[in-house]
C-alpha cells in the first residue's frame, strides 16, 4: 500500500465520519463496486436530502453520495445532485471556495474540487468551448504560468476567454 492510499483512505474515514453526524440523516453503509466508491445514507424525506447533499462536498471523481429516502433516492458526485433511478439532474453542487487559493497539478485551485482533462484535439478543427458542457463534465482549464489547474465553475471570463484568477492570463482546456 503506498503513503498515497493510507494518506487518502484515511481522509476518507474522516469525512465519512463527519457526514454521519448530520441532522435526519443517517449513515448505512460504504459500498464499493468496480472502483467506484458510494456512501449510502437514509433521510425521512427528499427535502432532507437534496439539504445534505446541497452541504457536503464531493471533491473526487468516482465517488459518491446516496440516499435513500421515502420519496426516492437522490445522489451526488463530483459535478451534481441527481435523481438516483432516472439519473437527470436535478442542480450542480455547489462549490465553495477554500479558505485561501491553492495551486495544483490535478485539483481547482480555488475549490479544491479534481479537474478532468477534455479529449485530445482534433487537429485543423476549432472546438467551441461551451462552458454548460465542460460543469457537466468536470472538465476544466490550465494556467501554464501558475501551473495550477481551474474547475469550470471557478474561473472568470474577459470577454469569451477564461483567465486565470491568479495571474490574470488567458487559460486553456485542461487536455488528457
Ligand atoms: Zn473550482
Ligand atoms: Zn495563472
Known amino acids: 500500500m503506498s503513503i498515497f ?12 465520519k463527519t457526514r454521519r453526524q448530520a441532522k435526519g440523516v443517517r449513515f448505512r453503509e460504504v459500498e464499493t463496486t468496480n472502483g467506484n466508491r458510494y456512501e449510502v445514507f437514509t433521510a ?6 437534496l439539504e445534505f447533499l446541497r452541504a457536503e462536498d464531493v471533491k473526487e ?3 459518491y453520495l446516496v440516499v435513500e429516502t421515502p ?7 463530483l459535478v451534481m445532485i441527481f435523481d438516483e433511478k432516472t439519473s437527470e439532474m436535478i442542480e450542480f453542487g455547489e462549490r465553495k471556495p477554500l479558505p ?4 495544483s497539478k490535478a485539483h481547482c485551485a480555488r ?3 479534481a479537474v478532468l482533462p477534455a479529449g485530445r484535439a482534433v487537429a485543423g478543427v476549432t ?8 460543469k457537466k463534465k468536470g472538465v476544466g482549464f490550465s494556467c501554464q504560468t501558475c501551473r495550477t489547474l481551474w474547475c469550470p465553475f471557478c474561473i472568470s471570463l474577459q470577454g469569451a ?8 492570463k488567458v487559460i486553456k482546456l485542461l487536455r488528457a
Open 111 to 113: 475549490c479544491g474540487y
Open 61 to 63: 471523481e468516482r465517488s
Open 44 to 49: 425521512t424525506s427528499r427535502d432532507t436530502a
Open 71 to 77: 420519496d426516492g433516492s437522490f445522489g451526488k458526485d
Open 161 to 168: 476567454a477564461p483567465i486565470c484568477g491568479i495571474c490574470g
Open 127 to 134: 472546438e467551441m468551448i461551451v462552458m454548460e458542457d465542460l
Open 5 to 16: 492510499t493510507r494518506l487518502f483512505g484515511k481522509k476518507d474515514d474522516e469525512e465519512t
Open 100 to 103: 485561501q487559493l491553492k495551486k
